[in-house]
């Protein structure tokens, strides 16, 4: 087991630009259907909001460091939980949302405010808690990790197409609205295939591994939906925001933890393996989770 931590996944320039272009599309896609008003309504339900964010940047990742202390797994896997938990939401929880019925303006709201944290504290969360786990610190040492680069590649392929998104969905709203129906099945097609096409050249390396990260990912996984879940209730927000909370907090962009695995790590096997278990995995147990929940009423309940 100790040979995963060396093990490269082989990804080469070209499709890392193909998949740097693809993600930008994805998120341009998003942006879309994300207008001024979804920040106004930020201002309207704060608590909402700043539920959302305490649960999916501060806690997670704190949980995420906890459970690896306990269960002391690989460091390249334990990289990998880490780089997933550092991630913004995925750009299918608002489908997931509508599906399960919760609050999908909250679940649009927290994408648009997410994807603007996600530029400094993505970074931050994943450096802070893999240098404070020793076995994940001396990896970050042998690869010099740049925080600021960490910083640009975020804000090329998130923040940028994000604002051009949102400048064209206020300039001409009936234009986005047609080419985000195009767009986000298209691009994240698109975006699935090149990883499926990655992992295809690495077929023995991601079959001889799996096995490796099969439970902890759905170990985690659950957990973090749970957490969203109890988050919520604690502080009291009905059930239709509550189901939102959880789905936005299991369903993690881990396309672009793949990306940077790829780009700063050099594909590292666990934590590549890991991302990518972690982005199959989250839409089976997110499309669960919505269908049940859309089966059951909605209702408040009472902390």
Known sequence: MEQLDNVKINFDSEGLWVLN????????????????????????????VLVGVLAQFVLLPLLTFLIIII??????IALGMMMVAACPGGNISNFMTHL?????????????????????VTPLNFHLYASLYEPTAQILKGVELQPLELVKLIVLILGIPLCLGMFLRYRNSHLAIKLSKLLK?????????????AFSKNIDIFYNYIHYVLIIGICHNALAILLGLFTAKAFGLS??????????????NSGLGLLLIFTFFSGLGGMAIMAAFW???????????????SRKPSKVIVV
């Open 71 to 76: 269960i002391r797994p690989q460091p390249s």
């Open 279 to 293: 982005g199959i995995w989250h839409i089976v147990s997110g499309l669960i989770l919505a269908l049940y929940w």
């Open 100 to 120: 399960a019925g919760g609050n999908t303006a909250l679940s649009i709201s927290l994408t648009a405010l997410g994807t603007f944290l996600t530029i400094i």
């Open 21 to 48: 272009i693809a993600l930008a599309v994805v998120m341009f896609g998003v942006a879309l259907g994300i207008s001024i008003n979804d920040f106004k309504a930020i201002l309207k339900q704060p608590k909402l």
């Open 185 to 197: 099945p298209l691009s994240i097609l698109v975006f699935v295939a090149i990883v499926i096409i």
């Open 239 to 252: 059930f239709k925001d509550q189901k939102t909370i959880a789905i936005e907090t299991g369903i993690q």
